[in-house]
C-alpha cells in the first residue's frame, strides 16, 4: 500500500528493523519518524548484520530513498559515522538521503547532562540509552533548541552551539578532562553538521510528491508503543512519542494519507532499562529466552530482560495506534520450551483503586493470571510456510491474534530477509 506506518507494540527491539526491510523491496521510499541514535534496527542483507541506529532501514536496497522527519532527533556525529560504515559495507547511501530541515540536533553536552540526571536519579534511574535523547527533547520544547536548518547560517549556528558548550561546562561543573572532550565533540558536532545541511529539505513536500505519482513510503517507527512519553509506562519512558499517530506529525501527512498501520511483535517481550515489566521472568527460562533469542541491544550491547508475552499489553498497543494487521516475529526462539505462558489480563494488587488509571498505566500493581499454552519441539528457523508450522505453534499465534484482536498476518522465523511466512 502506498503509505505504510510499521510500529512497535512492545518495549522496542521488535524486529521493525527486518519488516521494514522486507517491506521496502517495492517502496519509493522508508522514512524514520521517531527517536534517533537510541534506536538499534538490525537487518541481515547480503548475509551481513547491519545495525542502524539513524539511518531508515530501507537505505541498505539499492534505489531506495530514505527521509529523517523532523520529529527526530539527530546526532550529526554518530549520523556521519554510521553513513561511513554502511559505505565500507559496500552500501552506497549517496544523495539518497534527506533530512528535515526541522529536525533537533544532539548537541554533544546532551549527553553529559543525561549521565549526570542518570546519576542524580541513582536506584530510580530511567536506563537511558545514554544518547542524549531526552536533553535534547527537553530543549526542543523549551524553544532553545538548535535544528539543522540552524546551519544554513553557519556563523551564527557556529556561535550558538558554542554557546550551548559554555552553558553546560558552567551548569554542570564540567571537570578538566570532561570540559577537553566536550570542546572537541562540540567542533565536531558543528563539522558533521554542515556536512549533513545540504541534505535538509521540505520532508512533507518530497513525501507528498512521491504518494501523489504512486509510489510507496514506509514509516519506519523506533522504540516501542510502552516506550512512547505519552502512552507508554511513564516515566520509565524514552523521550520521543513513537505510537502510529507520530508519523502524520513527523513527516508531516494528514492522517487521511495513511493506508495501514503494520504493528510489530515478539512471540514473548522484552525490555531493556528500567521500569515495570509484568511478566518478566527472572529465572533460568528467561535466561534460556536471552540466549536463544540473542536478546542483546543492537545500540548498548546491554542483556534485555525477557518474559512471557502480555496480551494485555499487545492488546492495548494494537488499539492505540490502530494497526491494521501485525507481524509476529522471534516465533522460532520458543521452539523447545515444553510449555508456553501468556498473560490474558491483569488482577489488580488488592488495596489499590485502579479503576481510576487507563490501561498501561502503573503496571508495578498489577498482578498477570497467565494462560499455559502447549509448546513444541521442532526447530521452525527459516520456516516460510503456515501449513508446515507444528499444530502447538499455530495455536499459539492464533491466541495472541485473538488476545490482540488484530489479524497476525505475518510471521518472522529467523533473523534473514526470507525467514519469513505470509498468512494467506
Ligand atoms: P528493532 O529495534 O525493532 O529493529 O529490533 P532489533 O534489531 O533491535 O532486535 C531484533 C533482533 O531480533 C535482531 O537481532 C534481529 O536480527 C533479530 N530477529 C528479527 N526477527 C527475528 C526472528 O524472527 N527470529 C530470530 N531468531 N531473530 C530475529
Ligand atoms: P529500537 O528502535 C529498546 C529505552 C532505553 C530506556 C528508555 C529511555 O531499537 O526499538 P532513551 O535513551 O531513549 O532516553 O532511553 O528507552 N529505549 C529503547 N529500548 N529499543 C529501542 O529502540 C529503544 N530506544 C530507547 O533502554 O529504557
Ligand atoms: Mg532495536
Known amino acids: 500500500m502506498p503509505a505504510t506506518i510499521v510500529t512497535g507494540l512492545q518495549w522496542g527491539d521488535e524486529g521493525k528493523g527486518k519488516v521494514v526491510d522486507h517491506l521496502s523491496e517495492d517502496a519509493v521510499a522508508v522514512a524514520r519518524f521517531s527517536g534517533g541514535a537510541n534506536a538499534g534496527h538490525t537487518v541481515i542483507s547480503a548475509g551481513r548484520r547491519i545495525a542502524l541506529h539513524q539511518l531508515p532501514s530501507g537505505l541498505l536496497r539499492p534505489g531506495v530513498l530514505g527521509i529523517i522527519g523532523a520529529a527526530c532527533v539527530l546526532d550529526p556525529v554518530s549520523l556521519v559515522r554510521e553513513m561511513g560504515s554502511l559505505e565500507d559495507e559496500g552500501f552506497n547511501v549517496g544523495d539518497r538521503l534527506t533530512i528535515s530541515g526541522k529536525v533537533h540536533l544532539v548537541h554533544p553536552a546532551a549527553r553529559y547532562m543525561e549521565r549526570e540526571q542518570e546519576r542524580q536519579l541513582g536506584e530510580a534511574s530511567v536506563g537511558t540509552t545514554g544518547r542524549g535523547i531526552g536533553p535534547t527533547y527537553v530543549r526542543k520544547y523549551e524553544r532553545r533548541g538548535l535544528r539543522l536548518e540552524d546551519a544554513a547560517v553557519p556563523e551564527a549556528f557556529r556561535d550558538r552551539s558554542l554557546g550551548v558548550m559554555e552553558e553546560s561546562i558552567s551548569g554542570l561543573g564540567l571537570g578538566e578532562e570532561d570540559r577537553e572532550a566536550l570542546e572537541r565533540e562540540t567542533e565536531e558536532f558543528m563539522k558533521c553538521t554542515l556536512d549533513l545541511v545540504n541534505r535538509a529539505s521540505d520532508v512533507s513536500m518530497v513525501i507528498s510528491r512521491i504518494l501523489r505519482s504512486g509510489g510507496t513510503v514506509i514509516a519506519e517507527g523506533a522504540q516501542g508503543t510502552l516506550l512512547d512519553p505519552d502512552h507508554g509506562t511513564y516515566p520509565f519512558v524514552t523521550c ?156 499459539y499465534v492464533m491466541f495472541l491474534e485473538k488476545l490482540t484482536g488484530v489479524s497476525v498476518r505475518a510471521i518472522s522465523t529467523g533473523p534473514a530477509r526470507e525467514d519469513l511466512i505470509w498468512r494467506t
Open 240 to 395: 520521543g512519542s513513537c505510537v502510529s499517530g507520530a508519523a502524520c506529525v513527523s513527516l508531516g501527512l494528514g492522517p487521511v494519507m495513511i493506508d495501514e498501520v503494520v504493528g510489530v511483535m515478539k512471540a514473548y517481550n522484552t525490555r531493556v532499562g528500567n521500569g515495570p515489566f509484568p511478566t518478566e521472568l527472572n529465572d533460568e527460562t528467561g535466561e534460556r529466552i536471552r540466549e536463544k533469542g540473542n536478546e542483546y541491544g543492537a545500540t548498548t550491547g546491554r542483556p534485555r530482560r525477557c518474559g512471557w508475552f502480555d496480551g494485555v499489553l499487545a492488546s492495548y498497543s494494537a488499539r492505540l495506534n490502530g494497526c491494521s494487521w501485525t507481524v509476529l516475529t522471534l516465533l522460532d526462539v520458543l521452539s523447545g520450551f515444553p510449555e508456553l505462558m501468556v498473560c490474558k489480563k491483569y488482577e489488580l494488587d488488592p488495596g489499590i483503586d485502579l479503576t481510576l488509571f487507563e490501561t498501561g498505566a502503573r503496571l508495578e500493581y498489577h498482578v498477570p493470571v497467565f494462560e499455559t499454552l502447549p509448546g513444541w519441539e521442532e526447530d521452525i528457523t527459516g520456516e516460510t510456510s503456515w501449513d508446515v508450522l507444528p499444530e502447538n505453534a499455530r495455536n
